[in-house]
């Protein structure tokens, strides 16, 4: 499951995947313009992302970490959105796992400083998606999770797999300079 946390709307998506294809299982927003009141609007984000949680029953969130802005009462307001679907994620059982926007755009496109434009257009192409989601919080959820899975495998070497580059040289110290 991937979550791109925000205030007025928050994305997510839950996909599938296994060797070789990735499949989007439901891709949304969560609008909360509508409510006025700060704590509603967290207690919206909870209630929708565990009802999706056991409908879906994903085994793990990735959810973006929030960026640094100049306003810091955005950023106390996006910490709090950040802070209700990580509290969905765990009281649900779920591996959480956060990863920077600079990390996402590296995953998807190649590039650390990619436009919201260029990420979702690289999904669309790899996944072969048919149109691009309404909202880039849709298309920026999907990213994380995507990122996530990217980051999941496995690394095959010699016939032994490791989990990450640092199993990797750790099991393989003679073959680092």
């Not at 439901?26 to 909870?46: C, M, P, S, W």
């Not at 959105?81 to 600079?102: C, D, H, K, M, T």
């Amino acid at each position: 499951m991937g979550v791109d946390p925000g205030t007025n709307i928050l994305g997510y998506s839950i996909i599938s995947s296994d060797k070789n294809t990735i499949k989007i299982l439901i891709n949304g927003v969560i609008q909360l313009k509508k409510t006025d009141d700060h704590f509603i609007r967290l207690g919206i984000i909870y209630t929708r992302l565990c009802a999706l949680i056991k409908e879906y029953q994903p085994t793990a969130m990735a959810i973006e970490a929030p960026f640094f802005g100049k306003n810091v009462q955005s950023m106390l307001k996006l910490g709090r959105a950040q802070g209700a679907a990580i509290v969905a994620g765990a009281s649900n059982n779920l591996e959480v796992i956060e990863y920077s926007p600079r990390r996402i755009k590296q995953s998807i496109t190649g590039r650390g400083n990619a436009s919201k434009e260029q990420v979702a257009k690289m999904l669309q192409s790899t996944l072969q998606l048919t149109a691009l989601p309404k909202y880039f919080d849709e298309t920026d959820a999907l990213a994380v999770a995507v990122c996530h899975i990217n980051a999941s495998k496995k690394i095959a070497v010699t016939g032994k797999q490791f989990k990450n580059w640092n199993d990797f040289i750790q099991a393989n110290p003679g073959k680092v300079k």
